[in-house]
Nanobody, 119 residues
Framework: QVQLQESGPGLVKPSQTLSLTCTAS??????????WDWIRQPPGKGLEWLGY???????YFSPSLKRHASIFRDTSKNQFTLQLSSVTPEDTTVYFC???????????WGKGTRVTVTS
C-alpha cells in the first residue's frame, strides 16, 4: 500500500522560504513513469496544482509559481521536497503531496499539512 506523509513547519513568516517534505512508503520515487506532485487548496477555492518531480528527478511547475518554486528529492530517504521562496499570506493553505500514475492520474494522496504565513 502506497502511503504519503507531508511534513513542514506549520508557521512561516512573510518573505521566508517554505520547505515541505513528502515521505513516500510502499513505492519508490524512482519508479519509472511515476511522478510526484504537490497540490494545495486555498481557502474557499479549488485544488491548485503546484508542480511535480519525475522519477528521474526533473521538476516542472505551474507558471504562476515558477519563479518562486523548486522541488528536489532525496532518494535515499524516498522523500521529495517543495520549496517556495518569498512566501506571502496568500500562500496560507493546506498542502498535499500525491503520486501521479501513468494511466490513473493522482492515485495516492497524503493527508495534507496546513501552512500559515503570518508575521
Amino acid at each position: 500500500q502506497v502511503q504519503l506523509q507531508e511534513s513542514g513547519p506549520g508557521l512561516v513568516k512573510p518573505s521566508q522560504t517554505l520547505s515541505l517534505t513528502c515521505t513516500a512508503s510502499g513505492a519508490s520515487i524512482t519508479t519509472i513513469n511515476y511522478y510526484w506532485d504537490w497540490i494545495r487548496q486555498p481557502p474557499g477555492k479549488g485544488l491548485e496544482w503546484l508542480g511535480y518531480i519525475t522519477n528521474s528527478g526533473d521538476a516542472y511547475f505551474s507558471p504562476s509559481l515558477k519563479r518562486h518554486a523548486s522541488i528536489f528529492r532525496d532518494t535515499s530517504k524516498n522523500q521529495f521536497t517543495l520549496q517556495l521562496s518569498s512566501v506571502t499570506p496568500e500562500d496560507t493553505t493546506v498542502y498535499f503531496c500525491a503520486r501521479r500514475a501513468p494511466r490513473d492520474g493522482l492515485d495516492y494522496w497524503g493527508k495534507g499539512t496546513r501552512v500559515t504565513v503570518t508575521s
